[in-house]
């Protein structure tokens, strides 16, 4: 995943962290012991695994709303002219075009989405654009890395935009593996720099602050081989960080792990564990993803999302790495599909046995995925759509790969990406009758929405 530039604005400060987040990390189908010192509680009766998914009803989440205006977005060969476009088709609209001087590297919004914030790609520098006049309006360099800092190192960046200035950095000592933003606070799941270890939650307010508290029945991180060669794998394990805005809770949850509940005044932490019904373990399905896409990364990926009124959604997949019958090695990737946890009660509830991604959306779960066949053929479960409330689920682009998904109010834009640009499409979904709109060929644009502010 490329790295991402993330921001909160307050007042007139802004709270900048960037990191290579991983937002996604094989499946807590056992329960881990706490360490010593943390409160626990055991997972009662484990949901039944044959819940027709038709009777699932979904929290209201926050109001979508329409689509709205223009929405920004990069173009290009080299990704450097940004352009607006039509929302319900795509098509670049005419006016104003405004070349960027480098590569980006994340985006974020200002609260009245007057102003942009682009992250650079190859220098620690942040660009500012007026986008309602599309024009630059400067450049804020970040400092260095301080002194004694590692390679990999993170750290807290606290950018006065107006004024074009940083006004305090801290370094985290650690990697941003996912970030939440609360209002005035930003929640950060960090992990060690060059290895897989004890994962921690990092509460940065909006001074620049940073409270943080290890989290030690949770392992996450990433670990590179000594040598790189063409069978040197990556181990990796992602953990997922979902924020209870109302309740002031974070849940950090990873594979063969408790599920670990922080509360952000205090930093007090809980461990649940679950329990998972065997009989869905054995329906798992696999698919094998060659050695040119998977990068030969082997490992757990977990990501998760607080729905409201007591349920986190939780996805997935396991990687292993395999060779085929001539040897060739490749990653053999397991589902862990999408499940629902009530937090009240703390069971499991599977929804989707074969999505490895999801979106949360004006109280909307959109579960996709790819699937891989013969090493080389990519397929999918297409994209699924449960919700509002307890409306049947609606089905679209079935047995086909969607490897993106992004939401712009009542319209989704579903992507599957192909080894050659020109056999990339986009499709432009309306959300509220579940009917394409339109498709589009060839690489779809980066699309600068901002929906990671308030959905998964």
Not at 96 to 113: E, F, H, I, K, Q
Not at 332 to 351: F, H, I
Not at 434 to 456: F, K
Request: with cysteine; glycine share 10%; net charge neutral.
């Amino acid at each position: 995943m490329e790295p991402d530039a993330l921001r909160r604005c307050s007042g007139a400060e802004n709270l900048e962290v960037a990191a290579g987040c991983a937002a996604l990390a094989p499946d807590a189908t056992r329960q881990a012991p706490a360490p010593a010192g943390t409160a626990t509680s055991a997972a009662t009766t484990p949901a039944a695994s044959g819940t027709p998914l038709a009777s699932l009803s979904l929290p209201p989440g926050p109001r979508a709303g329409s689509a709205g205006g223009p929405v920004l977005g990069i173009v290009g060969d080299q990704g450097r002219l940004l352009v607006q476009f039509d929302p319900r088709s795509l098509r670049p609209l005419p006016g104003w075009r405004l070349v960027l001087a480098d590569t980006v590297a994340g985006y974020a919004w200002s609260p009245d989405r007057a102003t942009l914030v682009l992250g650079d790609n190859d220098q620690d520098a942040l660009y500012l654009v007026d986008a309602r006049r599309m024009r630059a309006l400067g450049k804020v360099w970040l400092p260095l890395g301080d002194p004694g800092a590692e390679l990999g190192d993170a750290a807290v960046v606290l950018v006065d935009p107006l004024a074009r200035r940083v006004l305090h950095r801290q370094n985290l000592h650690s990697r941003v593996h996912a970030a939440v933003f609360l209002g005035d606070r930003a929640v950060l799941l960090t992990t060690p720099v060059d290895r897989i270890g004890t994962a921690g939650l990092a509460v940065v307010d909006d001074r620049g602050g940073v409270r943080t508290v290890p989290l030690r029945a949770i392992s996450a991180g990433f670990e590179e081989p000594t040598e790189h060669t063409s069978d040197s794998v990556t181990e990796r394990r992602e953990a997922g960080l979902a924020v209870d805005r109302a309740g002031g809770r974070a849940f950090v949850v990873t594979a063969g792990a408790p599920v670990a509940e922080v509360d952000l005044a205090t930093l007090r932490v809980a461990y649940h564990g679950l329990s998972q019904p065997a009989s869905f373990l054995r329906r798992l399905a696999r698919w094998f993803v060659p050695a040119a896409e998977a990068k030969l990364a082997s490992g757990p990926l977990r990501s998760a999302c607080w729905l409201g009124d007591g349920l986190l959604a939780v996805w997935g997949s396991d990687a292993r790495v395999v060779r085929d019958a001539s040897g060739q090695p490749g990653v053999e990737e397991t589902p862990s599909g999408l499940k629902l946890v009530d937090t009240r009660r703390w069971t499991v509830r599977q929804v989707h046995p074969e999505a490895t991604a999801v979106r949360w959306h004006g109280g909307r779960l959109l579960a996709f995925g790819v699937r891989w066949y013969e090493q080389e053929r990519p397929g999918g479960i297409g994209l699924t759509i449960y919700g509002p409330g307890d409306r049947r689920p609606s089905r679209l682009f079935t047995n086909r790969p969607v490897h993106e998904v992004h939401v712009n109010g009542d319209l989704a834009y579903a992507a599957s990406w192909a080894n050659e640009f020109n056999k990339s499409e986009v499709a432009v979904v309306d959300l509220r009758s579940g009917r394409v709109l339109t498709t589009l060929r060839g690489a779809p644009p980066y699309l600068l929405l901002g929906e990671d502010r308030t959905a998964c």
